[in-house]
């Protein structure tokens, strides 16, 4: 018994050697300085910590709870989520004077420690040596010192669910060390101070659940290493700047639950994006949401609900196998039907849009789809809503039945069908002609024989052209703001351009309305005012179905004038005919014949128009495929109407060979060729000015 006990006892014994060479308690562990060590101990009272956490007659540095030394200084002093004494709680306060006698402090954790009070302006005279402070969910009120900004070893600073007020100090553009700046859910105000975009070691910024104001600074996007990038509920308004495109590293980007507005810029995601999660939710965006964000493929969420934007989703599938991505796209204005981008999120929310069709199978396992226009599904639209919304950007419902028969599907099929379209493409350039000059003669000849009696009828204004810039504006649609026409097309960027016109560039654009516009930019120092003037003159004389229609206009920038046109959903009979192949998935579709020949008819009755029915006569001078404009219906829809010549003789007889002359030089002007309106117009005025007695 005696024997078996003390071998016992010296097994234990030799355990504790073991352990105690294993783990050698270092002599720097000792806490070594008497004056932190007062320090402590002035701490523990003033803030009412329990003698459990930090036991007297014992040395700190090993043994007291959140404290950590090295080289017999205090190195990390972490009180997070203690609770103080009974006397400690009855009056509890931010009462951390003490902290500047420890020399070697990096790190203060408070978090979940209640500090009423505000954060004393020493923090960043006296604690120079701290790299962490972590003072969340501690109820402290007041302002952010702007001393803090001395800090310059800073490199994570946590101050959120506090109650902090007043502004950001712009001198936390100078912690150059910060990686982590998270001030959420506090109720700081004013702008986000410029100079935070200079922190280049920055990986997360949080300042979501604040009332912060204004727009986005441009210098945010020279945030390299981000990562984290949250400013979800502020009062943060404006465009959000293509600059932040600079965040190259960026995986999450929260924005919602602001008053965000306008496009959003496609540079954001350019890839290679590392987004995983990006939350625009509860913003006023609008427009298309650009397709590159379907193909991100880390995407695991994506919530752009309660926003505006008016688009189809894009027919290609990036990930065809599900994975646990979940998209929220309610609230928004999406049409048409659902596509196979789709197919990757575990969980949809597509409620509150306008997408129209049949609900493919792999949307309907875990999806919400109420107060849509779709098929066969509970809670959806009305008929009216439906028509209406698809009216209104000139597209046509198709009234809950089934969809139209799709052609040219198939993969294998495509080299025919590219063949089959360069050949209908020549055979129907073909047509076109013999049907121009079918309709001409024929129209000629029953003009000749009812002359002046249906002249003037369709035209809506027959009156010869006055002497003078008599322009009715009030007749030319809308008049638009500039900064109407900037958030319509994202301050005309590059993505939203279609093309470089001779008249002007054009931009794809939507208004606020959500309606889809093309607005030309004309630009008067590289084009002549004449160009514009004598479009706005024409729309302000002849309307016509087969003419495109002007919305309206904006004229108050002196050098920039800009068009509006309605957007005409199946481009040019250029890009109809050799349509784009979006992806391999997606066959070419071309045209079929019956709408061929409805579009060279419907070419036809528009030059027709202009050269029979307006008086005087009108020469396109610009009849190619991409002036042919075809609205969602593949009706024909005139555009390039600046290039219009008046005819000022008669010469109906002659009308085929006229329209297919080409202008004559300026020299000429006068004669009885061809009159551009404008010379028309404005030479005849200067003429009666200056030149005539
Ligand atoms: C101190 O901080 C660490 C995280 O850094 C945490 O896990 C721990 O619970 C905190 N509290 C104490 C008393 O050590
Ligand atoms: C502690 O002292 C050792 C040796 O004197 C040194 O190498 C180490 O850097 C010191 N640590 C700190 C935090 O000062
Ligand atoms: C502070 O302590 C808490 C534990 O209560 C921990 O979760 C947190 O990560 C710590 N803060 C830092 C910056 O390490
Ligand atoms: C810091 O330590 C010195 C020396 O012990 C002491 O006089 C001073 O009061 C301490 N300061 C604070 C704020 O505790
Ligand atoms: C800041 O960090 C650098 C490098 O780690 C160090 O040399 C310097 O002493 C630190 N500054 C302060 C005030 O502790
Ligand atoms: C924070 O402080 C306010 C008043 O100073 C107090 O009403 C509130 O209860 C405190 N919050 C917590 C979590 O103690
Ligand atoms: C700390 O910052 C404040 C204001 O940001 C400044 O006035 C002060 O001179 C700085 N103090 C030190 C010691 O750097
Ligand atoms: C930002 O802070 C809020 C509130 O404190 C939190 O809910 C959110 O998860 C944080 N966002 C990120 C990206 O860390
Ligand atoms: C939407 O954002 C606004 C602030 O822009 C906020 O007041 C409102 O509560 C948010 N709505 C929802 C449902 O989050
Ligand atoms: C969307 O636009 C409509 C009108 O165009 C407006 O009434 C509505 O408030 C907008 N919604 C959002 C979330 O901005
Ligand atoms: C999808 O799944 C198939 C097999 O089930 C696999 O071969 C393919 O790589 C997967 N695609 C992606 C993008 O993960
Ligand atoms: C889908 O979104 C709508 C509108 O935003 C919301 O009312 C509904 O609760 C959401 N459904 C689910 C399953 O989250």
């Known amino acids: 018994m005696v024997d078996q006990r003390n071998i016992g006892v010296a097994l234990v014994l030799f355990y504790l050697l073991l352990l105690s060479l294993l783990f050698k308690p270092t002599v720097e562990q000792r806490l070594s300085s008497s004056i932190e060590f007062t320090a402590l101990f002035?701490?523990?009272s003033s803030l009412g910590l329990k003698s459990r956490d930090w036991p007297r007659k014992v040395d700190p540095c090993s043994s007291w709870n959140g404290i950590r030394c090295e080289n017999g200084s205090v190195f990390e002093i972490n009180i997070s989520g203690f609770r103080r004494t009974t006397v400690g709680r009855q009056n509890p306060r931010f009462a951390v004077d003490s902290l500047v006698n420890f020399t070697r402090l990096v790190s203060f954790n408070a978090s979940k420690f209640l500090l009423p009070g505000s954060i004393p302006d020493w923090f960043g005279r006296r604690l120079l040596t701290l790299q962490v402070l972590d003072l969340r969910s501690c109820n402290i009120t007041g302002v952010?010192?702007?001393?803090?900004?001395?800090?310059?070893?800073?490199?994570?600073?946590?101050?959120?669910?506090?109650?902090?007020?007043g502004a950001i100090p712009s001198s936390l553009g100078r912690l150059l060390s910060l990686s982590v700046l998270d001030l959420s859910n506090n109720l700081l105000t004013g702008s986000i101070p410029p100079g935070i975009g200079a922190l280049s070691q920055l990986q997360i910024l949080n300042l979501s659940s604040n009332s912060l104001r204004f727009s986005i600074p441009a210098q945010l996007g020279d945030l390299d290493s981000l990562v984290d990038l949250d400013l979800s509920s502020n009062s943060l308004s404006g465009l959000v700047p293509e600059d932040l495109s600079g965040l190259r590293n960026l995986q999450r980007m929260v924005l919602g639950n602001n008053g965000l507005t306008g496009l959003l810029p496609v540079n954001l995601f350019r890839s290679p994006s590392l987004l995983q999660v990006i939350v625009l939710r509860n913003n006023s965006f609008t427009g298309e949401l650009p397709e590159v964000i379907w193909s991100i493929s880390g995407l695991n969420l994506l919530d752009i609900s309660q926003n505006n934007f008016t688009t189809e989703l894009p027919n290609f599938a990036s990930y065809d196998n599900a994975t646990a991505a979940v998209l929220d796209i309610s609230g928004n204005k999406f049409y048409g039907s659902l596509t196979t981008v789709l197919r990757r999120f575990s969980s949809m929310?597509?409620?509150?849009?306008?997408?129209?069709?049949?609900?493919?199978?792999?949307?309907?396992?875990?999806?919400s789809l109420g107060t849509n226009c779709l098929q066969n599904v509970s809670n959806q639209r009305t008929l009216t809503d439906c028509v209406s919304f698809y009216g209104e950007r000139g597209l046509s419902f198709d009234n809950f039945g089934p969809p139209p028969p799709e052609s040219g599907k198939s993969n294998s099929n495509r080299n025919r069908i590219i063949l089959a379209a360069v050949l209908g493409g020549a055979g129907f350039i073909m047509l076109l002609t013999l049907f121009l000059l079918l309709v001409l003669r024929v129209r000629t000849r029953r003009r000749v024989s009812h002359r002046g009696i249906d002249v003037g009828q369709v035209c809506a204004e027959t009156t010869p052209p006055s002497p003078g810039l008599a322009i009715n504006f009030s007749s030319l649609g809308d008049l638009f703001t500039y900064q109407q026409l900037l958030q319509a097309t994202g301050n005309f960027t590059e993505a939203n351009l279609i093309k470089h016109g001779h008249s002007g560039d054009l931009f794809k654009g939507i208004l606020e309305s959500g309606l889809p516009v093309v607005i030309k930019r004309v630009d008067l120092q590289s084009i002549k005012k004449e160009v514009y003037l004598s479009e706005l003159d024409f729309f302000n004389r002849f309307t016509h179905t087969r003419l495109v229609p002007l919305l309206g206009h904006c004229l108050e920038k002196e050098n920039e004038k800009f068009l509006v046109y309605k957007y005409m959903p199946n481009g040019d009979l250029l890009s109809s005919l050799y349509r784009k192949i979006n992806s391999e998935t997606d066959g070419l579709q071309s045209l079929d014949w019956i709408t061929r020949l409805k579009i060279a008819i419907g070419a036809a009755e528009g030059l027709s128009y202009l050269h029979h029915e307006c008086t005087p006569p009108?020469?396109?001078?610009?009849?190619?495929?991409?002036?042919?404009?075809?609205?969602?219906k593949f009706e024909v829809r005139l555009g390039s109407l600046s290039k219009f010549c008046l005819q000022e003789d008669d010469g109906r007889q002659n009308g085929i060979t006229r329209l297919l002359q080409l202008p004559r030089s300026s020299s000429e002007r006068g004669s009885s060729g061809p009159m551009c309106l404008f010379h028309l117009l404005y030479g005849r005025m200067y003429r009666n000015q200056h030149l005539l007695p």
Do not use: Q
Request: avoid cysteine; charge should be negative; proline fraction near 3%.
């Open 349 to 367: 929310n597509l409620s509150e849009n306008y997408f129209e069709g049949s609900v493919p199978d792999f949307v309907l396992g875990n999806a």
């Open 144 to 165: 952010i010192p702007s001393s803090i900004g001395n800090l310059s070893n800073l490199s994570i600073l946590y101050l959120s669910d506090n109650r902090l007020t």
């Open 42 to 44: 002035e701490l523990r």
């Open 618 to 632: 009108i020469v396109h001078r610009d009849v190619r495929a991409s002036s042919i404009l075809l609205d969602d």
